[in-house]
């Protein structure tokens, strides 16, 4: 096992298991044994699935389990009551908090039966097998482009190191990536180094200034505002998923708006989390809520390998401010200081050090990293055309993060189908309503489709009044209620398209780009970082 997987491995706990647990819905009617042999077949040509962990005092590798069953890892389950979204969702909480056995493979498939028509599937997986992009690649190997496909997708020699396995769906989600957040070349030379010397890690850190920086930043940020997220962790979880929202109209905003859609997104989040906090009472001036992001440090064409490829960023989300607009704005700004800094590698590289360091001493430093943190985010993107699994087709993706240390919310995000979801799983003692924030995710996209709406475009660019030097946004409501007629939506939508005419952009963003490169450097790097 390599030494990152392995720090992965030991970082599993009672009150926060290290399991990846997702949910995949299935438009009815459903075959259900044929769905059960094409989860054994395709899985199965993954050498690791019929693996099990054995440890010593060398280390722990992967050796095959010579008592594989595909009943222990493959079961079918019907939720009780009504069966609906409320009885999935303590389901999946469930297996959030319980353990995958070591003596066998890590990992499990339950196949719910009936729900809503068709069938759920819960996968759960340990994080030592592999991150969350190389999971996602196996979910998506196991489907079709068509309904008819043959049980080995018309390839019975197909394995893990072949392209065909995945039905070419590896490609697009590898130049997903390449649109996020990327470092710079200098930065991936560091983490290819990485890669191809583990055991070398701490020695590889050393060089550089930047690199020492990044390193004593990690090791002596201050922690995070002390907020109702934070404490200590009961080991019950608790998980909730959004209402879709349709792709195309958040890059349509986000055009408008001038940011990306990670942008957009993360600012839904700070959001989502203020108004919680406001409606319990809680003062939220000033709040900073620390959220940690894996960043994928996969060599290109290397999306479907199992393993851990990733370093982690810290992104701060402004909670403490209340307009939707400057809480864009200054997201922005900081997802633009995050590109160019080393913390992805940096971090990759302190897990591939402890991997071979003994287990007390990565504890004791991840506990110290992880405690001035407050979750623990991911985005991944999905393909947007339709997908088969087993003749049915998938309807929806969604999965949860999990947490280390005492870190009690994860929060995901995954684009599938020309939509975009959230999910959230929290731990009780902290926040025992997980679908209160999630509700809110969407109202806060709303506020930033409002401001594309109520600016007072006009057709004729010339009667467009100047922008004011100082930039002030539209006042309304704070959670104002989606507009009821799809009209005046469509007609939002319409105005944010590049594909029409020009229009001018409002003048609460026309000197977005100018004052995002004009102002000074964010105040945790400012503040904390060695000169």
């Not at 392995?6 to 990846?20: C, P």
């Not at 999935?88 to 719910?112: M, N, T």
């Not at 030592?128 to 390839?155: I, K, R, Y």
């Not at 009209?487 to 100018?514: F, S, V, W």
Request: glycine share 8%; with cysteine.
């Amino acid at each position: 096992m390599s030494p990152v997987d392995t720090a992965w491995l030991r970082m599993d706990r009672s009150v926060n298991r290290m399991v990846i647990v997702g949910v995949m819905k299935l438009q009815g009617p459903v075959d259900i044994d044929r769905l059960a042999r094409t989860l054994s077949v395709r899985l199965l040509a993954y050498p690791r699935f019929h693996q099990r962990v054995e440890t010593g005092s060398t280390g722990s590798w992967w050796v095959d389990d010579a008592h594989f069953d595909i009943a222990r890892h493959i079961k079918r389950a019907r939720l009780p009551g009504a069966g609906a979204k409320v009885e999935l969702e303590a389901f999946v909480a469930e297996l959030c908090s319980q353990p995958l056995d070591q003596a066998h493979p890590l990992w499990q498939f339950h196949i719910i039966e009936d729900y809503e028509g068709g069938v759920a599937l819960v996968p759960r997986f340990h994080h030592a097998l592999a991150d969350g992009m190389a999971l996602v690649a196996v979910l998506l190997s196991m489907t079709d482009e068509t309904p008819d496909a043959p049980l080995h997708g018309g390839d019975a020699d197909f394995g893990p190191d072949q392209d065909a396995h995945g039905h070419g769906l590896f490609a697009p989600m590898a130049k997903a990536l390449d649109r996020g957040v990327q470092a710079s070349g200098e930065l991936w030379r560091l983490a290819l180094k990485l890669l191809a010397r583990p055991g070398s890690a701490a020695k590889l850190l050393q060089g550089g200034v930047g690199v020492a920086s990044e390193l004593a930043y990690l090791l002596l940020m201050p922690s995070d505002s002390q907020t109702r997220f934070k404490g200590a962790p009961c080991g019950s979880k608790r998980v909730a998923w959004s209402v879709p929202l349709a792709l195309p109209e958040v890059k349509a905003i986000s055009r408008a708006l001038d940011c990306s859609v990670n942008d957009m997104l993360l600012t839904s989040v700070a959001g989502a989390l203020r108004g919680y906090l406001e409606d319990k009472g809680d003062p939220t001036a000033g709040v900073e809520v620390r959220a940690l992001v894996p960043l994928n440090l996969r060599p290109p064409g290397s999306e479907h390998e199992l393993g851990n490829y990733f370093g982690v960023v810290a992104v701060e989300l402004p909670v403490g401010i209340a307009d939707p607009i400057h809480r864009l704005r200054e997201v922005r700004r900081r997802m633009a200081v995050l590109k160019q800094s080393y913390e992805a590698p940096v971090t990759f590289g302190l897990f591939a050090a402890l991997g071979f360091a003994p287990k007390l001493a990565q504890d004791r430093l991840f506990d110290m990293l992880l405690s001035r943190a407050t979750a623990v985010m991911t985005n991944v993107p999905g393909p947007q055309h339709a997908l088969y699994l087993a003749g049915a087709r998938l309807e929806e993706i969604m999965f949860w993060v999990p947490q280390s240390g005492d870190i009690g919310m994860g929060v995901s995000i995954l684009s599938f189908g020309g939509n975009v979801q959230f999910g959230l799983v929290t731990d009780a003692a902290m926040v025992p309503d997980p679908e209160a924030i999630i509700a809110r995710f969407n109202p806060e996209f709303e506020q930033l489709l409002y401001h594309v709406l109520m600016e007072p475009w006009g057709e004729d660019e010339g009667e467009q009044p100047e922008p004011e030097p100082e930039i002030v946004a539209v006042k309304k409501p704070k959670r104002r209620t989606p507009p009821e007629k799809p009209a005046i939506r469509k007609r939002a939508i319409k105005k944010a398209m590049p594909e029409k005419a020009p229009i001018k952009q409002p003048a609460t963003t026309k000197g977005l780009k100018k004052q995002a490169s004009a102002a000074p450097p964010i105040r945790r790097r400012a503040s904390h970082r060695p000169s």
